[in-house]
């Protein structure tokens, strides 16, 4: 299942983007273990997909659009509250 996450990895707030990233990478290699987790009579696991945003609104929108775009529909991210709602609104 492909989970995507729009991270600050570089520009002003890297610092804090670099530990969000460590930390949803050690939760879903939590939540996927060696197996997977089951649903039913389904295994799944989660397939991350990193996009760094440059601590950028702009390039947060574009990342949230490039990951709806392509089928993901689990989206982390941006960590900045400035960030946030410019491209949670710019999905409609």
């Known amino acids: 299942i492909p989970i995507?996450?729009?991270i600050e990895v570089s520009g002003g707030a890297s610092v804090?983007?670099?530990e969000w990233k460590r930390g949803i990478e050690l939760a879903i290699d939590a939540a996927n273990g060696e197996d997977?987790?089951?649903?039913?009579?389904?295994?799944?696991k989660w397939d991350l997909?990193?996009?760094?945003?440059?601590?950028?609104p702009d390039q947060a929108i574009?990342?949230?659009r490039d990951f709806v775009g392509s089928g993901v529909n689990f989206i982390l991210g941006p960590?900045?509250?400035t960030a946030?709602?410019?491209?949670?609104?710019s999905l409609g």
């Open 84 to 89: 946030l709602p410019p491209a949670f609104n």
């Open 36 to 44: 997977g987790f089951t649903v039913g009579d389904q295994k799944y």
């Open 16 to 18: 804090l983007g670099t």
């Open 49 to 56: 997909q990193l996009k760094d945003n440059q601590s950028l």
């Open 62 to 64: 574009a990342n949230y």
């Open 79 to 81: 960590d900045l509250s």
């Open 4 to 6: 995507g996450a729009t």
